[in-house]
RNA sequence: UGGGGCGUAGCCAAGUGGUAAGGCAGCGGAUUUUGAUUCCGCCAUCCCCUGGUUCGAAUCCAGGCGCCCCAGCCA
């Protein structure tokens, strides 16, 4: 019976109930299982994404939970596709998310021989058979969604035959695709799956970790189910897609001499609006040139969203958040960031930069004069301590914090409007510089001496605070900001060139930033805009800013005025 | 009349015969030197539809409808 009314108390970090933890809980009450074993399979043939996050969490977690035991398996069983490059960025990747595999760190590639020797077992037994059609005559044959196939011609090859055929693929006899291994069980299957599967197929290519040992490898199905077994996996957790190939991995298990019984169990794999979680397209949108690289900040690879400054704690609790069960769905992006602003709000130190710079001239600050005025690093943790800022007669205001000809709900700078310098003092603006083509240059404004620090003796109010740098302390800087990679919520993945968003990405190349920021590594937020991590593009030069995530921001939405770039 | 799944609010998602949890989004309001945060309150007479069983159904039964996956020597 399930426990947990899961609310308050327990870790922060443990997931509430679902399908997959009730099963396993059952489990072990009814004591079918000790103890639990789950395994994190991927195929490295790519990088991983938000979407393997959700089973590597659900993986790890479980195994966690219930005090068990997690591996890392490389499902290496396909040398043309996989490489070393995502064998090493997978793991940094996952350990980066917070997990820890210990010894477990497995490859289907270690059971190589063992499998070999199963499929032996199986040709012995009857039930496989080396098949010399070619590809397309099993295609023919393989029948449809609503017909039944055909036996192959070759089906009751005589078992010294099939030995013989066999460890001859093994060999290197035969050319690529010049014969299979075959499971000798139902052309007339409902399940195409159980339509004599392919075991074993000729591929003289150089694997990762055999090298060239081998010339045949093992299919998915005839891999994975033996290598649980192997490992003593207990629940094998994969996606909706598999549930089709449960019964193919439960007949391995029955006609083969495995050392342990695993169970599979499938959940929905995750889906984001306005972008793709397919190994494929992001293939394709790294090698098609659409964005840099993997860890491009617009990826929802693991890399894209580390470099754009995602902490590890805001995926893990983004996973908690959607849960596990079987029903497809499209989680909204708006959860993801709401994960983030979550963790960032209270570990991000606050500082100022001013993206779209506008000079203020205050023309009754004394020319000569510059005050160090204080500022708090983080408004809810005191030990975060603070700092000193800067402040002169020329201040960078924000560009979008000024209006010539206010709109109703707009209370920052306008002629004769007062606001608040955070920390420093109230102004107001009293003139408005323009350039021949008539655009706002410079501001010239007015400062109260007596409301240092930010409060008028006088209990004066003021609508709106602002954020500020001095312009003879600041520093240059550029800022990265990214939008959705697609401009549609359900972008098409088998065409998706004409989804993509031609303002991903927004470079800012004339910010002013505070001083402070120079040497400061953390995750940052700049006051009243966003939450902003140092880019590895940085120069001791030019440092390089990428906006992580946007402040919540209900101004935008009353006043229907989105920021450049935002939908 | 191929096989396998899934259908609870705009989006996730609990619930498995006793009268619709929670989160995100949204909407009000309080606090606020970030239009942020925080805090309060609102937000499904109804669970794909239609019948049926029952004192009572999102939950059971029957029949529909809709969506997803499978015809790689990919995983």
Same mark, same amino acid.
């Given at each position: ?14 997931a509430?109930?679902?399908f ?10 009814a ?43 490389f ?119 159980l ?18 040992a ?17 490992e ?6 994969? #996606? ?5 190939? +449960?019964?193919? =991995? ?7 001499? %495995? &050392?342990? @019984? ?76 709401f ?14 930069a ?31 301590? #603070? ?5 002169? +007669?020329?201040? =960078? ?7 010539? %000809? &206010?709109? @109703? ?22 003139e ?20 240092k ?13 602002l ?5 003879a302390d600041a ?42 920021l ?50």
């Amino acid at each position: 019976m399930a426990i947990g009314e899961a609310s308050g108390e327990a870790a922060g970090e443990t997931a509430g109930r679902d399908f997959i933890r009730d099963i396993i809980a059952d489990d072990l009450a009814a004591k079918r299982r000790s103890k639990v074993v789950t395994r994190f399979p991927p195929e490295p043939n790519g990088y991983l994404h938000i979407g393997h996050a959700k089973s590597i969490c659900l993986n790890f977690g479980v195994a966690e939970e219930f005090g068990g035991q997690c591996h890392l398996r490389f499902d290496d069983t396909n040398p043309t596709k996989e490489e070393q490059e995502y064998i090493d960025a997978i793991k940094a990747d996952v350990r980066w998310l917070g997990f820890d595999w210990g010894a477990h760190l497995h490859h289907a590639s270690d059971y190589f021989e063992q499998l070999f020797a199963w499929a032996e077992h199986l040709i012995q037994s009857g039930k496989a058979y080396v098949d010399d059609q070619s590809q397309d005559e099993m295609r023919a044959k393989r029948g449809t969604l609503t017909e039944a196939g055909q036996n192959s011609p070759f089906r009751e090859r005589k078992v010294e035959e099939n030995l013989d055929l066999f460890r001859r693929m093994r060999a290197g006899e035969f050319d690529n695709g010049a014969r299979v291994l075959r499971a000798k069980i139902d052309m007339a299957s409902g399940n195409i799956n159980l339509r004599d599967p392919v075991l074993y197929r000729i591929l003289k290519a150089h694997h990762p970790r055999t090298g060239t040992a081998w010339s045949i490898y093992p299919s998915y199905d005839f891999a994975h189910g033996q290598s649980d077994a192997i490992e003593g996996i207990t629940h094998s957790l994969c #996606t909706l897609e598999f549930e089709d190939h +449960r019964p193919l =991995y439960e007949w391995f298990l029955a006609n083969l001499p %495995v &050392p342990s @019984k695993p169970r599979q169990y499938e959940f929905a794999r995750l889906n984001l609006t306005y972008t793709v979680l397919s190994k494929r397209v992001l293939t394709e949108l790294v090698r098609g040139g659409h964005v840099k690289s993997w860890d491009d900040p617009r990826m929802p690879t693991l890399a894209g969203l580390r470099r754009r400054g995602v902490p590890p704690e805001s995926l893990r609790d983004f996973v908690k958040r959607i849960g596990v069960s079987k029903s497809n769905s499209i989680v909204d992006m708006g959860m993801l960031d709401f994960s983030i602003r979550e963790v960032l709000n209270t570990t991000a130190q606050r500082r100022m930069a001013v993206l779209r710079p506008l000079k203020v001239v205050i023309e009754n600050y004394p020319e000569s004069k510059t005050e160090e005025l204080e500022a708090v690093n983080h408004p809810e943790n005191e030990a975060a301590g #603070t700092r000193k800022l800067h402040f002169g +007669r020329e201040i =960078y205001v924000e560009r979008d914090d000024f209006m010539e %000809v &206010p709109e @109703k709900k707009f209370y920052r700078l306008s002629p004769g409007s007062e606001v608040r310098l955070r920390y420093a003092y109230f102004i107001t603006c009293r003139e408005i510089v323009k350039n021949a083509a008539g655009e706002v240059t410079e501001l010239r404004c007015i400062y109260d001496p007596a409301t240092k620090g930010g409060n008028a003796p006088d209990g004066r109010k003021v609508k709106a605070t602002l954020h500020w740098v001095s312009a003879a302390d600041a520093v240059k800087a550029e800022v990265r900001i990214f939008n959705q990679l697609f401009s549609k919520p359900d972008p098409d993945a088998s065409n998706f060139a004409g989804d993509l968003n031609p303002q991903s990405m927004e470079v800012l190349a004339d910010c002013q930033i505070e001083r402070s920021l120079v040497d400061y590594k953390a995750p940052v937020q700049f006051e009243r805009q966003g939450y902003f991590c140092r880019d590895i593009d940085s120069t001791p030069q030019k440092l390089v800013f990428n906006r992580t995530v946007g402040l919540r921001d209900t101004y935008s939405k009353v006043s229907g005025v989105k920021p450049p770039g935002q939908k």
